[in-house]
Every structure is written in C-alpha cells, then in structure tokens.
C-alpha cells in the first residue's frame, strides 16, 4: 500500500486558492489518487480522484505530474465553509484497507 | 447524494452495557467498512465486508463483533461497553470496480460512562 506524506495544515483567507500537495514515491501503475473532505463530526467525503494529468470538477481541480510520485489537490477561491480536513489517499481499488493518515487540516480566515 | 445510515447518531451508555450501532446502505453496495475516530485523530479501520457472511477486522484492533447477513445492513456489536470505547464510529461503503470511492455515513458518537 503506497504512504502518503501531506502538510499537518495549512491557513488561507477567503477568495484565496489552497493548493495541497501530496506525496506518494512508491506508488503503483494500478494506483489512483483519491482525495476526500471531512468536516467536524462528519463522515469523510469523496471530492475528487485522478490517475494522471489533471483531473477537474465542481469543487476541486486534481493535478497530477507525469511521474505521479506527487499530486496537488486545488481548491478555488475558498470560503468559510472549506475549512475541513483533506485525506490524499492512493490505491488500486482492491485493498480492503484505506490509509487515510492524519490529512492536512485547511482553516480559512475571513 | 449517497444513501447510506447510521443509528443512533448520539449515545451515552453505562459501562458493562451492551449496544449495537446500526448501518445500512440502500445503494447495494458489496464492500462495507467500520472505522473508528476520536476527536482531531485519524480515523482507523476496525472491520469490514466484502458481501454477504463476509467479515474481516481492521488494522486497529476492537473488542467489538460485525456482521453481513444482508447486503444492505453491517451492524457492530459491542458486548460489554467500557470507558475506553468512547469514540465516533463511521460506517462506509463502496462498490468493487469503484476504486476507493468510499461513501461514508454521518457516523456516531458513542460516550461510555
């Protein structure tokens, strides 16, 4: 199962892009990026997945280097509201264990 | 929106009581997983499914039990509850083939007094 490494936090003020990079050296060629979204006593949730180059939807853009030892997960213009923690994790969708690791805690200020 | 449940969301429970935390999804999901979180942790695999009569435990090891006898339901027992099992308890699920796209449960907070 390839580790992840992300920054503990990290601060930003509203309107401001957060960009979050993770590393992942010894990740396999069935492995996908995944990133999730987790508020204060709620669930983790799904936000975005890519594999290579990047990916983009609704809340985030996924950027990921030809080599995929690391991937940078964007946030566009945050508010109040994204303040969360943010879990980069790698897998081939066949482990039953996902690490998600202590993420990377985003506070926003106004 | 995923459709997935868990009952109750708060309980306070004495110690030495027995509980079953309830999960259920209604998107027919075959993998089902019980991760264990306290405060500002990471969260911790405690068990999971892959189908029905299928039950493995995690990485972090719980005196609780699970069970799958039906696709949709993965409800953890907790035979005698201690102090020590005060944590936040999220339910999650996802469909083989969706490579770790996991849809989790809004989770409950188990206090044992």
Excluded at chain 1, 6 to 34: F, K, L, R, W
Aim: charged content about 20%.
């Amino acid at each position: 199962l390839a580790k992840t490494t992300q920054p503990i936090s990290m601060d930003s003020y509203e309107g401001q892009e957060v960009n979050i990079t993770c590393s992942h050296n010894n990740i396999a060629t069935n492995d996908y990026i995944t990133w999730y979204q987790q508020f204060p006593s709620q669930g983790p949730r799904f936000i975005i997945q890519g594999y290579k180059t990047k990916v983009t939807n609704e809340v985030a853009s996924l950027f990921i280097p030809a080599d995929r030892k690391s991937s940078t997960l964007s946030l566009p213009r945050v508010s109040l509201s994204d303040t969360a923690v943010y879990y980069c994790l790698v897998g081939d969708g066949n482990d039953y264990k996902l690490s998600f690791g202590a993420g990377t805690t985003v506070t926003v200020r106004a | 929106e995923a459709d997935i449940y868990q009952t109750p969301r708060y309980l306070v429970i004495g110690t030495g009581k027995k509980i079953t935390l309830e999960c259920s999804q209604t998107m027919g999901h075959d993998k089902m997983y019980w991760y264990q979180q306290d405060p500002g942790m990471e969260l911790h695999l405690i068990h999971y499914s892959y189908g029905v009569n299928s039950t493995e435990k995690g990485d972090l090891s719980s005196e609780s039990t699970v069970s799958r006898i039906r696709t949709e339901h993965f409800p953890l027992t907790l035979e005698s509850a201690r102090p020590s099992h005060t944590s936040q308890y999220l339910c999650a699920s996802t469909q083989s083939g969706q490579r770790d796209e996991q849809y989790f449960g809004p989770g409950t907070r188990l206090t044992v007094t």
